[in-house]
């Protein structure tokens, strides 16, 4: 069955850091693209970061530039997102989402974890 | 404020047609494809339709999507319950390098 799972939530303290980790299993990673997307308590939903396939250069959303650092285990079928110098603002359930880019485009973000809750807090 | 318009609330009777529009801009919608996603109460976000127009395997062909310029839309038709959700759209922003999700639109099943 292809699935992704997110682990690593939690609650911390406003500039706290925290590893967020999704795991792949069905699928291999280093062939889809992979994003990460949060959706914070009553809000809608927000892209934070991708690791594309063309380019070894990652992106980031402007709000979490700077702070947050996307890697990936091949080894281990799994991606990573640290988060530094966390704010009350980061505050949000976690998804981690493929996205099928193959055939010289891309199918939208067909496949998503379970989301992990991460709240910063004092 | 997100790049990409939506209107906050839309709703329906059973049965109806109804649809969601998402504006954007010629960095994004006008130079991209547009997704859209369906988020149901305390789960995940779904995919429902992809590159515009494209319904993925099992989602019902009474969802369908559209685009012209720089505004794209979704269309429900023979609403039913269960549709009651949220729906983003999406899309690639070439000026910002960055995905682009839409406000939301709230629908309800009357």
């Known amino acids: 069955e292809v699935q992704l799972v997110e682990s690593g939530g939690g609650l911390v303290q406003p500039g706290g850091s925290l590893r967020l980790s999704c795991a792949a299993s069905g699928f291999t990673f280093t062939n889809y693209v992979v994003n990460w997307v949060r959706q914070a308590p009553g809000k809608g939903l927000e892209w934070v970061s991708q690791i594309p396939r063309h380019t070894r250069a990652m992106y980031y959303a402007e709000s979490v530039k700077g702070r947050f650092t996307v890697s990936e285990d091949s080894a281990k079928n799994s991606v990573y997102l640290q988060m530094d110098s966390l704010r009350a603002e980061d505050t949000a359930v976690y998804y981690c989402?493929?996205?099928?880019?193959?055939?010289?485009?891309?199918?939208?973000?067909?496949?998503w974890g379970q989301g992990t809750l991460v709240t910063v807090s004092s | 404020q997100s790049v990409l318009t939506q209107p906050p609330s839309a709703s329906g009777t059973p049965g109806q047609r109804v649809t969601i529009s998402c504006s954007g801009s010629s960095s994004n919608i006008g130079r991209n494809t547009v997704n859209w996603y369906q988020v149901l109460p305390g789960t995940a976000p779904k995919l429902l339709i992809h590159s515009n127009d494209q319904r993925p395997s099992g989602v019902p062909d009474r969802f369908s999507g559209s685009k012209s310029g720089t505004s794209a839309s979704l269309a429900i038709s023979g609403l039913q319950s269960e549709d009651e959700a949220d729906y983003y759209c999406a899309t690639w922003d070439s000026s910002l390098n960055n995905w682009m999700f839409g406000g939301g639109t709230k629908l309800t099943v009357l």
């Open positions: 989402a493929r996205e099928d880019c193959s055939g010289g485009s891309c199918h939208g973000f067909d496949v």
